[in-house]
């Protein structure tokens, strides 16, 4: 990968119309297995857009909360409300989800992006390779289009994966940290993705785990500890001035465990 990555001058696939699903409403969710109570009557309300970012201690629910909220595992408790509509089939179609380890078929890599057109039957057949072309292009894959999807380095199958999910126009995307491991070249190009994402009227939830990326990339933030909202509000806000212990321990980058 290039130590310099410029932003493509693709546009974004398509540009998102407002969803009737958001703002979402999280009310007395909780979420229990074998016993344990993992999150514990969470109430927060999702923004219509820009980019949220949860972050918190390793263990505290993070991921979990992105599969509860879409609808990959069901709520012991509570309810999730996406505009006035609880989830269903309409409402997870509106949605994707990015997990930190790609997911990708043993295809090329304009392959593992046809196919998604494919099955979801959104797009006209007339419009695929147009759409493909872009996608590649946006995600700067264009040069390994023909590549084994499998054999690409880690940053790209990521790239690979993010624009899969947004080649779908989705109105919200779940991003489970994407660029962790990566190195920052990666990062950046993926961030680029998120930020032409975000432009374009798509709604992002990320699991984070950077502070430096939370602030360059959100807008507000929810931080979990122990499987609960501890503070949530606007990104200046709670980067500058955290209110609660463990917000306030973590962003000054000490230890926080969850217990």
């Not at 974004?12 to 009557?41: C, Q, V, W």
């Not at 998120?194 to 939830?205: D, G, P, T």
Request: positive net charge; hydrophobic residues 40%; contains cysteine.
């Amino acid at each position: 990968m290039p130590s310099t990555i410029r932003q493509s001058n693709a546009p974004m696939l398509k540009e998102t119309k407002s969803s009737e699903f958001l703002p979402a409403t999280i009310e007395d969710l909780s979420y229990s297995t074998n016993g344990r109570k993992l999150l514990h009557e969470l109430h927060f309300k999702l923004s219509a857009s820009g980019c949220t970012v949860i972050m918190g201690p390793n263990g505290a629910g993070k991921s979990l909360l992105l599969r509860v909220l879409h609808g990959l595992i069901p709520v012991t408790s509570g309810r999730v409300l996406w505009g006035k509509t609880p989830h269903s089939k309409i409402v997870w179609r509106s949605q994707a989800m990015v997990f930190q380890k790609p997911v990708l078929l043993r295809r090329t890599v304009r392959e593992n992006l046809a196919y998604a057109l494919k099955i979801t039957k959104i797009h006209e057949n007339s419009e695929h390779k147009q759409l493909i072309d872009r996608a590649l292009e946006l995600a700067l894959l264009t040069k390994a289009a023909n590549n084994p999807a499998r054999l690409l380095s880690g940053g790209e199958q990521q790239r690979l994966a993010i624009a899969r999910a947004l080649i779908l126009n989705p109105n919200m995307i779940f991003l489970d940290e994407p660029t962790a491991s990566l190195d920052p070249a990666s990062t950046l190009a993926i961030e680029l993705l998120i930020r032409e994402a975000r432009s374009n009227n798509i709604k992002i939830v990320l699991v984070s785990h950077d502070v430096g990326q939370a602030k360059r990339l959100a807008d507000d933030i929810i931080f979990l500890n122990n499987g609960r909202v501890v503070e949530q509000g606007p990104a200046i806000e709670i980067l500058s001035d955290p209110q609660s212990n463990a917000a306030r321990q973590y962003l000054a980058g000490q230890i926080v465990t969850s217990r």
